[in-house]
């Protein structure tokens, strides 16, 4: 089993900044692709961006594209989501998920992201 716990999110600004990070414990040998996912109030869970194992290969949702930035540390087991010019619309709850060739064998538990106005 692997576990993940999200930190970071909280209430930002329209055009500021938060960072997101997502530490991954137990057994980490069995995943390697990471990535986090949001929920938007009313909505169902989409993709935000994606990290391969080495973390050179990185995907991102057009929404996010030139905004977002994921990167891995594999010594910390940590993936991270810098989000810079944050937007109202990017509110939502961010998941961390990770599995192995592909995502969503293993889920955190969420952390808010509001961004006002």
């Known amino acids: 089993q692997v576990q993940l716990v999200e930190s970071g999110g909280g209430l930002g600004q329209a055009g500021g900044s938060l960072r997101l990070s997502c530490a991954a414990s137990g057994s980490t040998f069995t995943i390697d692709t990471m990535g986090w996912f949001r929920q938007a109030p009313g909505k169902g869970r989409v993709f935000v961006a994606g990290v391969s194992t080495s973390g050179v290969r990185t995907w991102y949702a057009d929404s996010v594209k030139g905004r977002f930035t994921i990167s891995r540390d594999n010594g910390k087991n940590t993936v991270y989501l810098q989000m810079n010019s944050l937007k109202p619309e990017d509110t939502a709850v961010y998941y961390c998920?990770?599995?192995?060739?592909?995502?969503?064998?293993?889920w955190g538990q969420g952390t808010q992201v509001t961004v006002s106005s």
């Open positions: 998920t990770a599995g192995r060739g592909g995502y969503g064998a293993y």
